[in-house]
């Protein structure tokens, strides 16, 4: 049955302390001595889940405050560890398989010392990846992150996606186009066709338009699960240097729990 505060079964909550243990047996004292390891796993995948406040936390597991911020600080790294081999790397996708791809900005608190996480698109702060799903929808690969002022194109072209040696491809085989919106015009990808300057677009570019997005809704559907994790939606407020971890534990949990 799966938990309401965690949306995954307590089966896989034992199974990835199982995985934590494994690949962290000397666990912090502190966590372990008051909750034990499997609520500290579950208070973890809780607040990352809805990004609820540490005060409330604390009522709901009979802890102090502090408890629940070290308990946070100390297992999601662990998460993000033991689950890490199952996020995929670009090097693990299949290079002949056609792509659905998308940006997304994970939203963070504004830190004045970091103008460079300001997205103009997005009119706020975070970290910018890129997501790339299957033709039938099923998410296949995300970015590391990227500051929030990165246009996607460059995104994507840092991140080596596009860059398939012909050594990896069958003889005679190309490499896949892959379908995105229009940021990505110009990378030699199926985009939307932008209107000209001065004119209306041609019934036949509002077909091919029509057409390219119905496609590409399947990413936006990807995406807007991840993001069900609310840590990565609602404003991440902890210090900018454990968003990153925070990032790769919960696509660790999708990647290894998500039917």
Known sequence: MTNSSTR????????????????????????????????????????????????????VYNVSQATVSRVISAYTPLIARALQTSVPTVEDLDPTA???????????????????????????????????????????????PQDGRTHDAKALRRCGLLDVPATDLPDGVSPPRHIGDKGYIGLGMITPKRKPPHLSLHPDDRTYNKTVNQVRY??????????????????????????????????????????
């Open 98 to 144: 056609q792509l659905i791809i998308d940006g997304t900005l994970l939203q963070c608190w504004s830190w004045a010392d970091h103008p460079e996480l300001y997205s103009g698109k997005h009119k706020t702060t975070g970290l910018n990846v890129q997501v790339a799903c299957t033709l039938s929808g099923t998410l296949a690969w995300v970015s590391d």
């Open 218 to 259: 399947k990413v936006e559907r990807v995406i807007a699960n991840i993001k069900t994790w609310r840590v990565l939606h609602t404003g991440y407020t902890r210090p900018l240097e454990t968003f990153p971890e925070t990032i790769t534990a919960i696509l660790g949990i999708i990647f290894t729990y998500t039917p």
């Open 8 to 59: 995954i079964t307590r089966d896989d909550v034992l199974d990835l302390c199982e995985a934590i243990h494994a690949t962290s047996p000397d666990l912090p004292a502190f966590g372990a001595r008051v909750l034990g390891l499997f609520l500290c796993v579950r208070l973890t995948l809780t607040y990352l889940r809805h990004n609820l406040p540490q005060e409330l936390l604390a009522e």
